[in-house]
């Protein structure tokens, strides 16, 4: 029986990949795994029993990474769960920027009471609210990802020149782009010709506040600037002086922070980009999927902090070893099955940035095996799946 820890609602249709052998629970003191939205764990107590956190989303900034990965806890996300959801709301964001919609609707309102001249109050003020189509302008994507290609091929089909600049760009994710559809590895391009620009990057020290005022002073005048997904990405003191100046036509975003509400515009949404129950649900039957996979098998598909490894499980033993990326440590590993009589079937192991994952399948001798590889200097966490 497995213990899992939910600090979110999760999606019931989440939960029930789970099955009988898990016991799951917002109180449980000692879990095996945490299933999260967006709820704080920076400063959580991470208790020794717990091996892995998949958080039902894309974003892990609420999740201490670096100290899990000395813990040897994975941790995953669901990347593509909810792009779809976010994929629309950055198309509703695209029209709000240019068609003063919501000033529209707010000033729709005052005329209640005016009976029959509403009609004509409404012919007569109707040009305050004016605004370009997007047909025909050039969007630029930064961060061509799962969200960012869905965004890219969204607005190519209604008729945008788009261009993308992502520095990781694969061709698998590249065959996933309208043919349509420029690509450009100097992010500058992207500044000097778009009429309208989205963000869809993760928050890294390197991507913080991509979008400040030496960027901004490269992009075309009345450029509209959105941002879906993460506040960080931006400077928003820069974006209200590019407003202020006029460089800046419209700023949309997800993220309202208390500086940006109520500032000519600005608009900001109260974070909805995943707020579908289309996506809550896709997310949390992946998150589960993928604690399940790890605790009943050690596979690890969608790591944030550790190397995937998705190896089919066999009726032998199997020994996942978490430990530091540094040179012989395998080859100790490996050495610890063989001194003890022990036979190796299968083993495949990946280092990603500090630290590495191996899993061994073996037979014969494995008698203290597992305590052997514990003693291995660098060894961080050990696992038998019988």
């Given at each position: 029986?497995?213990?899992?820890?939910?600090?979110?609602?999760?999606?019931?249709?989440?939960?029930?990949?789970?099955?009988?052998?898990?016991?799951?629970?917002?109180d449980t003191a000692n879990p095996d795994a945490v299933l999260v939205r967006s709820a704080a764990m920076h400063d959580m107590e991470l208790p020794e029993s717990l091996l892995a956190i998949a958080r039902a989303g894309a974003g892990t900034n609420n999740i201490p990474i670096d100290k899990c990965s000395q813990k040897g806890i994975v941790v995953f996300n669901t990347p593509g769960a909810n792009a779809n959801a976010v994929k629309e709301l950055v198309i509703a964001g695209l029209l709000m920027s240019s068609r003063d919609v919501v000033g529209g609707?707010?000033?729709?309102?005052?005329?209640?009471?005016?009976?029959?001249?509403?009609?004509?109050?409404?012919?007569?003020?109707?040009?305050?609210?004016?605004?370009?189509?997007?047909?025909?302008?050039?969007?630029?994507?930064?961060?061509?990802?799962?969200?960012?290609?869905?965004?890219?091929?969204?607005?190519?089909?209604?008729?945008?020149?788009?261009?993308?600049?992502?520095?990781?760009?694969?061709?698998?994710?590249?065959?996933?782009?309208?043919?349509?559809?420029?690509?450009?590895?100097?992010?500058?391009?992207?500044?000097?010709?778009?009429?309208?620009?989205?963000?869809?990057?993760?928050?890294?020290?390197?991507?913080?506040?991509?979008?400040?005022?030496?960027?901004?002073?490269?992009?075309?005048?009345?450029?509209?600037?959105?941002?879906?997904?993460?506040?960080?990405?931006?400077?928003?003191?820069?974006?209200?002086?590019?407003?202020?100046?006029?460089?800046?036509?419209?700023?949309?975003?997800?993220?309202?922070?208390?500086?940006?509400?109520?500032?000519?515009?600005?608009?900001?949404?109260?974070?909805?980009?995943?707020?579908?129950?289309?996506?809550?649900?896709?997310?949390?039957?992946?998150?589960?999927?993928?604690?399940?996979?790890?605790?009943?098998?050690?596979?690890?598909?969608?790591?944030?902090?550790?190397?995937?490894?998705?190896?089919?499980?066999?009726?032998?033993?199997?020994?996942?070893?978490?430990?530091?990326?540094?040179?012989?440590?395998?080859?100790?590993?490996?050495?610890?099955?063989?001194?003890?009589?022990?036979?190796?079937?299968?083993?495949?192991?990946?280092?990603?940035?500090?630290?590495?994952?191996?899993?061994?399948?073996?037979?014969?001798?494995?008698?203290?095996?597992?305590?052997?590889?514990?003693?291995?200097?660098?060894?961080?966490?050990?696992?038998?799946?019988?």
């Amino acid at each position: 029986m497995y213990n899992v820890l939910t600090l979110n609602k999760i999606a019931k249709i989440g939960l029930a990949v789970l099955g009988d052998n898990y016991a799951v629970s917002d109180d449980t003191a000692n879990p095996d795994a945490v299933l999260v939205r967006s709820a704080a764990m920076h400063d959580m107590e991470l208790p020794e029993s717990l091996l892995a956190i998949a958080r039902a989303g894309a974003g892990t900034n609420n999740i201490p990474i670096d100290k899990c990965s000395q813990k040897g806890i994975v941790v995953f996300n669901t990347p593509g769960a909810n792009a779809n959801a976010v994929k629309e709301l950055v198309i509703a964001g695209l029209l709000m920027s240019s068609r003063d919609v919501v000033g529209g609707i707010e000033w729709a309102k005052t005329l209640k009471g005016n009976g029959a001249q509403v009609g004509k109050m409404v012919e007569k003020g109707k040009s305050n609210f004016a605004g370009p189509e997007i047909m025909g302008k050039t969007l630029g994507v930064i961060g061509l990802g799962a969200i960012g290609a869905l965004v890219a091929n969204a607005a190519s089909a209604l008729g945008m020149n788009v261009i993308g600049y992502d520095p990781f760009l694969t061709e698998a994710a590249k065959s996933r782009l309208s043919a349509a559809i420029q690509t450009t590895g100097n992010i500058d391009d992207i500044y000097a010709v778009s009429d309208y620009i989205t963000i869809h990057v993760p928050l890294t020290p390197d991507t913080k506040e991509t979008i400040n005022a030496q960027t901004i002073a490269k992009m075309k005048d009345n450029v509209r600037i959105l941002n879906y997904a993460r506040d960080g990405l931006v400077n928003s003191t820069d974006i209200l002086e590019g407003i202020k100046s006029g460089k800046i036509a419209a700023y949309v975003t997800d993220f309202a922070t208390d500086d940006i509400l109520g500032e000519k515009g600005v608009i900001a949404l109260p974070h909805l980009g995943a707020s579908t129950p289309e996506s809550e649900d896709n997310c949390a039957v992946m998150a589960a999927n993928e604690i399940k996979a790890y605790l009943e098998t050690g596979s690890i598909v969608n790591s944030v902090n550790l190397p995937n490894i998705d190896v089919a499980k066999t009726e032998n033993p199997r020994f996942t070893v978490i430990h530091s990326n540094v040179p012989t440590i395998l080859n100790q590993i490996t050495a610890k099955f063989s001194d003890l009589g022990a036979n190796i079937e299968n083993v495949e192991s990946k280092s990603r940035g500090d630290y590495a994952y191996t899993v061994l399948d073996a037979t014969g001798s494995i008698d203290g095996v597992e305590d052997q590889l514990k003693a291995i200097e660098g060894v961080i966490r050990v696992r038998v799946i019988e």
